[in-house]
C-alpha cells in the first residue's frame, strides 16, 4: 500500500490538469484510500499516468536480427551490469530484452505495443517479450502480405477470411492487427513492390493493396478488436507518397484505423533532391476524419538501425547508404529487412523527416488522436522520447536546432511558422492516456480508482530534458520500480492478448492450405497459451 | 558492406527455381532439406517441383549429393573465397583474368554461366555448410557468399542460408542475441556482456588456455575441437550436462546425467532458418532436465556475494 | 620527471585486464592512487599492486617489465606520453590511441592498435591478427597514426583502415589489407594469400612478391614518385624502401574488382 501526496496530478483522461491530488495504491490498482502502509511525499513534485508505447519493435525476429548486424552500436551503448536483482544487458539501438524493460521504466513507461508479429516465428516474440522485465506488452500480427488472407480477398470472401484472421490472431496470441505495405511485402518476394493502392499486387490478378486495406479494416470492426486496423501504409519514406497516402485514409473512410508513423507517409516531391514536407494537408484531412488515430514516428538526428516488414524500402535504403543490409521474408505472411542508418540535419531529406515528424504533433489539433512515437527504433530509439518532448514543449529550443539543419530544408518544411508549445497536461495525453484509450486498455493511461497503478514521478524541472529523462519514481502495479534513476525492482510484466469469435471449424479450411504450403505442422504452428507469461485475455468490443 | 539476406524454408519451397548449395553434403548431413524445403516439394510457385528448379553444388569432391543436382563445380581446395570473390566481380561485368580464374579449379565459362544463370533466376538461394565456413578464410568465406547473395538482389531475387546442425545450435544463438545482442563468443567477466570472436570464442580460450573451469552443455568438444583444447578440458574442472556418455563427459570433474530434450523433456528448437519449434516430450526420464539443473546451478551461484563490485548500476564507458 | 614503473608480480592464469596502465590515467596521479586502481583478473576486480609491483607517480611516462603476454588493453585510448613494455604484451594493445607513443621489447598479442585514431606503436617481435584493424561490425579500422612491427603478424591486417602506416617487418598472414578504405599497408616480408581482397581505396606495398586474387588486375610497371616522398617519411623510423630505377621498379596492381575497388598494390621487382 502507497500512498502519494501532495503531488500536481496530470490525468487528463479523468480532466485532471495540475490540481494537487493524494493518490492511494493497493493491490497493483488507483484506490480511494488507504489504511497505513508507505508514504511518498511528492509535495513540488508532478505525477503522470505511466508512459504507453502503441508502436515500437523491441522483441521478435525482425529485432534481434537487428542485434545481431549490429556489435559495433552495442560496444559504444550503455551497458547494464548485473546484480542479485538485475540482469545484464546493453542499451543502445537495440536493445537487448532486459535493458529493454529497464530502460522504458526507467524513463516512466509502463506498457508497450510490439508492433510487428509474423505468426510463423510469434512464439520467439513472446519468448522475448518474457524478457522484457517490468513493462506490461501486446503485440500485433501481420497480416495485409498474409498469402491465405490475401487469396480468399482476391476471391471476395470476406466472411471467411474474418474467421481466418481471428483464428490467425488466437493462434499467434496478438492482441490487434498490423498491415504493413499491403501487398508490397508479398510483391518484394518477387523483387517488386506495391505502390499503387488500385494496382494489381505482383503475383496476383486482379487483387489491390486498397482492396487489402478496406478488407482488413473491415475484418477488425466486425471482430470488435480493441485496437483498430494498425495501418503502416504503401510507399513509405518517397517523396510524392503523401498521395498514397491520402488515398488510404480515404479507402478506411467508415472504419476505424490507426495511421503507424504518420512522418513516413507525408512527404511531397518527386524526388530525393525536391522533397517537403506534406504535413499541412495531411494534417487538415486527418483533423476533419475522428475516424483515424496516428502516432508520429518522429525521426532525431543521429544513429539508429532501420527495421521494418518492409522489405523493398530497405533493400532501397541499402543501395543508398551502401551499407549493411538485412532481410527476412517469412513464408507465405511477411518479410523483414534491416539497415543500420545516420539521419544528419545536413541531408535534405533527413531534415526534412526530422520536421515533419514534429509538424504533425503540432499541426494535428487533438492530443488525443496523434502519439508520440519514433518508431523505434527506425526514427530514432525510444529512450531518446525526453528530446522529442523537449521539442515540443519549448518553441524557443526548436528554434535554435532549426538554425542547425541545411537552409535548403527551410522552404521544404512549415516548422518554423509553428509556435505552439504542448503543456505538461497534452505530454499526459500524447504519452499515455491517449495511446491508451487507441489500445482500449481502459485502465492504462489513468489514475482514476480502478485504474492500473502505473505512474511516474516527475521533478517540476524547466529543464524539460532532465525532467522527463530522470522520474523523482516510477511505479508498475503499486511497487516502487526506479527511484532517482536506480531500478530498484524488477517485476515480471503482463501480456494482453485477444480471443475474437470464429468458427472452429475454420481449421478444417486451413490445415490442407496450411499443409501444402507451409514447412511445419499444423499442430506446430499456434502459439500455447502457456507460453505467454501472465496472460491476459480482454474482451472485444460489442459489435453491432 | 553487404549484409545477411535470407528467409525461412517455406520460402524456398514455394519459390525457389535456383538453388546454390555451397560446402555441404546435404544428402548425408540434412536428409530430409531435399525432400522438405529444397529440391523435391511442389510448391506454390514452383507447381511441378524439382522439375521447376535448377540445382546447383560446389564442393571440392564428388559427394552423393552431387546425383541430386543438375550443375557440379568442383572447386579446387582452398579457393572458395576466390571463386565467390570472382563472382562478385562478373555479377558487375567486371573484368577478370581468365588464366588466374583456372587456379580455382574452374574455367570463367563456367563460372559467366553461373552468373548468367543466377541472374536469370526468379527466386535464388544460396545454401551453405561447413565445407564453405570452417575451411582457409572461415568467417569471410561466409561473409563472400552472404555478400554475393545480398548484391545478386540489384538483379533478382536472392537469398542466403547456413546449413546449420548439431541440436539447437541456432536456437542458442537466436536467445544469446536477444539476452545479450550477441550470438556467441560472449563475455561477462565486466558484468556486462561483450563480444569478440577469436579472443572470447570457446575454442581459442581452451587453446589459449585462458579458462579455469568449464561447464558444457549441449555439446561434445571431446570430439570436435582441436587436441590442445581438448587438453585443456582435461586439466580444469570440467561439468558437463550430457543425457549420455560422451568424449567430453570421459574427460570431465563432473557429468551429471540429463533428460534428452524433445524426447523426454520439453522446450523450443530454433530451425535453421531461426523458425521457432515446439518439442513434446513422447516420454518421461528419471532425469532431471538441462533447465533444471541449469537453475538449480544459478540459485546457488546467486546466493553467493556479488564479486563484480559494479561503482553504479550500468557503465556509459565500456572496454 | 621520472616515470613510473610497474613489475608484473606473476604471469595470471587467466587473463587481467588493465586498460588503466595508460599514461593518461596515471599521469595526475600520487603513489598511494596508482596503487588502488582496478585491474579485473578473469572476473575479479582486484587492485593493481596485487599483481604489480609499482614505482613513482606523477608521470606520462609509464615502464611495464615482465611477461605481460596476459595482459590485455593497455595504453587503451591513449593521447599522450609513453608506454613502454620490457616483455610481451597481451591482446588490444594501444586499441582507440588517440596520441602519445608505445614501444613493445618483445611481442604483442591481437587487435594491437585497432580502432587507432592517432600516436605511434612500436613492436620489436611480432604482432598477432587484426593489427589497426575495425572491430567487428565496426566500418573501419584505424583513422590515423602509425604501426611498425618488426617481426611477423597474423590475420587481418589493417582490416578497414581509413589512414595511417601500418609497417609489418616479417611475414604476414592471410587477408593483410581487407576491406582497407585508405592509409598504406607496407609489407617488409610478403604475406600469405588475399592480401587486399575486397579493398575500396588505399595502397598495399610489398618487397615481396604477392599471390593476388583475380580480382586484381595489373597495370603497369613503374617508380612512383610518391613512393620517394614516402620513404622520406618512413627513413627516420628506420625503414627503408627501394626507390631507385637502377634497383628495381614497381608492379601496380589495381583492384579490389569484386567491390569494385580503386585499391593500389605495389609489388617491388628488384632488377
New interface residues.
Given amino acids: 500500500m502507497i500512498r502519494i501526496t501532495g503531488g500536481k496530478v496530470y490525468d487528463p483522461a479523468n480532466g485532471i490538469n495540475g490540481q494537487v491530488r493524494d493518490i492511494c495504491l493497493a493491490g497493483g490498482k488507483v484506490v480511494a484510500d488507504v489504511d497505513g502502509g508507505r508514504t511518498i511525499d511528492a509535495t513540488g513534485l508532478v505525477i503522470m499516468p505511466g508512459g504507453v508505447d502503441i508502436h515500437t519493435h523491441v522483441a521478435g525476429g525482425s529485432i534481434n536480427f537487428a542485434r545481431a548486424m549490429t556489435p559495433e552500436d552495442h560496444r559504444r551503448a550503455v551497458a547494464f551490469i548485473r546484480s542479485q536483482s538485475r540482469r545484464a544487458g546493453l542499451g543502445g539501438m537495440a536493445p537487448t530484452t532486459f535493458a529493454t524493460g529497464y530502460l522504458y521504466a526507467g524513463m516512466g513507461w509502463t506498457t508497450v505495443n510490439e508492433a510487428a508479429v509474423p505468426i510463423l516465428s510469434a512464439k520467439h516474440t513472446h519468448e522475448e517479450l518474457r524478457d522484457v522485465p517490468i513493462v506490461d506488452k501486446s503485440c500485433l500480427v501481420l497480416m495485409a502480405n498474409n498469402e491465405i488472407v490475401l487469396d480468399l480477398l482476391q476471391a471476395g470472401e470476406l466472411e471467411r477470411a474474418r474467421h481466418v484472421v481471428a483464428w490467425q490472431i488466437w493462434a499467434s496470441k496478438a492482441y490487434g492487427v498490423k498491415a504493413v505495405n499491403p501487398g508490397g511485402v508479398a510483391a518484394w518476394k518477387w523483387g517488386q513492390d506495391a505502390k499503387q493502392l488500385s494496382d494489381p499486387i505482383a503475383g496476383y490478378h486482379t487483387l489491390t493493396p486498397g482492396a487489402i486495406i478496406k478488407g482488413l479494416a473491415q475484418i477488425v470492426d466486425e471482430l470488435g478488436l480493441p485496437h483498430p486496423l494498425h495501418l503502416h501504409c504503401n510507399n513509405l519514406g518517397a517523396p510524392g507518397n503523401v498521395t498514397t497516402t491520402l488515398e488510404s485514409m480515404k479507402a478506411l473512410e467508415g472504419h476505424r484505423a490507426h495511421m503507424a508513423h504518420l512522418q513516413y507517409h507525408a512527404y511531397g516531391g518527386d524526388d530525393w533532391s525536391t522533397m517537403r514536407s506534406e504535413t499541412v494537408q495531411l494534417a487538415e484531412y486527418f483533423n476533419a476524419h475522428p475516424n483515424l488515430t496516428t502516432d508520429a514516428g518522429a525521426v532525431l538526428f543521429g544513429d539508429t538501425v532501420t527495421i521494418t516488414a518492409d522489405g523493398p524500402w530497405q533493400h532501397l535504403l541499402y543501395k543508398l547508404t551502401g551499407r549493411k543490409w538485412g532481410n527476412l521474408d517469412v513464408e507465405n505472411e511477411t518479410g523483414c529487412g534491416i539497415v543500420p542508418y545516420s539521419y544528419r540535419p545536413s541531408n535534405l531529406v533527413n531534415a526534412v523527416q526530422w520536421a515533419a515528424g514534429l509538424e504533425l504533433l503540432l499541426l494535428i489539433d487533438d492530443p488525443w488522436r496523434v502519439f508520440l512515437t519514433t518508431d523505434h527504433p527506425n526514427g530514432a530509439c525510444f529512450w531518446r522520447y525526453p528530446e522529442i518532448i523537449q521539442l515540443l514543449m519549448r518553441n524557443d529550443f526548436r528554434r535554435e536546432c532549426l538554425a542547425s539543419i541545411t537552409p535548403k530544408a527551410r522552404k521544404a518544411i512549415k516548422l518554423p511558422e509553428l509556435d505552439r508549445e504542448y503543456s505538461l497536461y497534452e505530454i499526459a495525453i500524447i504519452t499515455s492516456a491517449g495511446p491508451a484509450r487507441a489500445l482500449g486498455l481502459k485502465e492504462k493511461g489513468q489514475l482514476g480508482v480502478g485504474a492500473d497503478a502505473d505512474l511516474v514521478i516527475y521533478h517540476d524541472d524547466p529543464d524539460v530534458l532532465r525532467m522527463f529523462s530522470h522520474p523523482r519514481y516510477v511505479l508498475k502495479a503499486g511497487e516502487i520500480v526506479v527511484e532517482d534513476g536506480d531500478i530498484r525492482a524488477t517485476p515480471e510484466g503482463r501480456e494482453f492478448l485477444i480471443k475474437p469469435a470464429y468458427d472452429e471449424g475454420i481449421e478444417n479450411f486451413l490445415r490442407p492450405l496450411f499443409e501444402d504450403q507451409y514447412t511445419m505442422s499444423f499442430e506446430n504452428y499456434p502459439v500455447e497459451v502457456q507460453r505467454i507469461e501472465h496472460p491476459e485475455i480482454r474482451d472485444c468490443m460489442g459489435t453491432e | 558492406?553487404?549484409?545477411?539476406?535470407?528467409?525461412?524454408?517455406?520460402?524456398v519451397?514455394?519459390?525457389a527455381d535456383f538453388i546454390v548449395f555451397w560446402g555441404g553434403n546435404p544428402a548425408e548431413c540434412h536428409p530430409r532439406h531435399f525432400t522438405?524445403?529444397s529440391l523435391m516439394p511442389k510448391?506454390?510457385?514452383v507447381p511441378n517441383g524439382r522439375k521447376d528448379r535448377t540445382v546447383v553444388l560446389v564442393d571440392i569432391r564428388e559427394t552423393k549429393s552431387v546425383k541430386a543436382a543438375d550443375i557440379f563445380l568442383q572447386v579446387r581446395p582452398g579457393k572458395d573465397?576466390?571463386v565467390l570473390?570472382?563472382l562478385?566481380?562478373l555479377i558487375?561485368d567486371?573484368?577478370?583474368?581468365p588464366r588466374?580464374?583456372a587456379?580455382?579449379g574452374l574455367t570463367l565459362e563456367q563460372l559467366t554461366d553461373l552468373v548468367a544463370r543466377m541472374k536469370r533466376a526468379?527466386?535464388g538461394v544460396m545454401f551453405f555448410g561447413m565445407g564453405l565456413s570452417m575451411t582457409?578464410?572461415k568467417h569471410?568465406n561466409s561473409a563472400a557468399l552472404l555478400t554475393l547473395a545480398?548484391e545478386m538482389?540489384?538483379f533478382?531475387?536472392f537469398?542466403a542460408m547456413p546449413m546449420r546442425g548439431h541440436g539447437n545450435v541456432t536456437g542458442a544463438d537466436?536467445?544469446m542475441?536477444?539476452?545479450?545482442?550477441?550470438?556467441f563468443g560472449i563475455n561477462?567477466?565486466?558484468?556486462?556482456?561483450?563480444?569478440?570472436?577469436?579472443?572470447f570464442s570457446t575454442v581459442d580460450l581452451l587453446v589459449r588456455g585462458?579458462?579455469?573451469a568449464a561447464l558444457i552443455l549441449g555439446a561434445d568438444p571431446g570430439a570436435t575441437m582441436p587436441q590442445p583444447a581438448i587438453d585443456h578440458l582435461a586439466r580444469i574442472p570440467t561439468i558437463v550436462l550430457d543425457p549420455k556418455v560422451t568424449h567430453t563427459s570421459r574427460l570431465a570433474r563432473v557429468h551429471i546425467t540429463t533428460a534428452v530434450t524433445g524426447i523426454s523433456a520439453p522446450g523450443?528448437g530454433?530451425r535453421m532458418d531461426?523458425?521457432?519449434?515446439?518439442l513434446r516430450p513422447a516420454l518421461k526420464s528419471p532425469y532431471p532436465t538441462d533447465e533444471e539443473v541449469i537453475r538449480r546451478i544459478h540459485e546457488a551461484v546467486?546466493a553467493k556475494p556479488?564479486?563484480?563490485?559494479?561503482n553504479?548500476?550500468?557503465?556509459?564507458n565500456?572496454? | 620527471m621520472s616515470a613510473i614503473v610497474l613489475r608484473l608480480k606473476d604471469r595470471p592464469a587467466v587473463p587481467l585486464e588493465a586498460e588503466v596502465i595508460s599514461p593518461d590515467l596515471l599521469a595526475e596521479m600520487p603513489h598511494a592512487d596508482i596503487r588502488a586502481q582496478a585491474v579485473y583478473l578473469g572476473k575479479r576486480r582486484l587492485r593493481l599492486d596485487d599483481l604489480f609491483e609499482v614505482e613513482g607517480e606523477r608521470s606520462d611516462q609509464v615502464e611495464v617489465h615482465g611477461d605481460l603476454g596476459q595482459v590485455k588493453w593497455l595504453g587503451r585510448g591513449m593521447s599522450r606520453g609513453s608506454l613502454v613494455v620490457h616483455g610481451n604484451a597481451g591482446m588490444h594493445l594501444g586499441a582507440y590511441m588517440r596520441g602519445g607513443r608505445i614501444e613493445v621489447h618483445g611481442s604483442a598479442g591481437d587487435w594491437l592498435g585497432a580502432e587507432m585514431k592517432n600516436g605511434q606503436i612500436r613492436v620489436q617481435g611480432d604482432a598477432g591478427g587484426q593489427v589497426g584493424a575495425a572491430y567487428r561490425g565496426s566500418l573501419s579500422g584505424m583513422r590515423d597514426g602509425t604501426i611498425l612491427i618488426g617481426g611477423s603478424a597474423g590475420l587481418e591486417v589493417g582490416m578497414r583502415m581509413r589512414r595511417g602506416t601500418i609497417v609489418i617487418g616479417g611475414r604476414a598472414r592471410d587477408f593483410a589489407g581487407l576491406q582497407m578504405k585508405g592509409g598504406t599497408l607496407v609489407l617488409l616480408g610478403g604475406a600469405e594469400i588475399r592480401a587486399g581482397a575486397w579493398m575500396v581505396r588505399g595502397t598495399i606495398i610489398s618487397l615481396q612478391p604477392l599471390t593476388l586474387l583475380p580480382t586484381f588486375t595489373y597495370a603497369c610497371r613503374y617508380n612512383p614518385d610518391f613512393l620517394r616522398l614516402y620513404s622520406r617519411f618512413l627513413a627516420p623510423l628506420g625503414i627503408e624502401l627501394p626507390v631507385a630505377a637502377q634497383q628495381g621498379s614497381y608492379a601496380l596492381y589495381s583492384g579490389d574488382a569484386s567491390v569494385p575497388g580503386k585499391g593500389e598494390i605495389l609489388v617491388w621487382q628488384p632488377v
Fill in positions: 558492406m553487404g549484409g545477411k539476406v535470407t528467409c525461412t524454408l517455406g520460402e519451397k514455394n519459390r522438405k524445403y510448391g506454390k510457385h573465397f576466390e570473390t570472382i562478385r566481380a558487375k567486371q573484368a577478370v583474368d588466374q580464374v587456379e580455382t526468379k527466386f582457409r578464410g569471410m545480398a538482389n540489384a533478382t531475387k537469398v537466436v536467445v542475441r536477444w539476452q545479450t545482442g550477441y550470438p561477462f567477466s565486466r558484468g556486462y556482456p561483450r563480444y569478440n570472436p577469436g579472443e585462458d579458462a579455469d523450443t530454433y531461426e523458425v521457432p519449434i515446439p546467486c556479488d564479486w563484480i563490485h559494479a553504479g548500476q550500468y557503465t556509459t565500456q572496454v
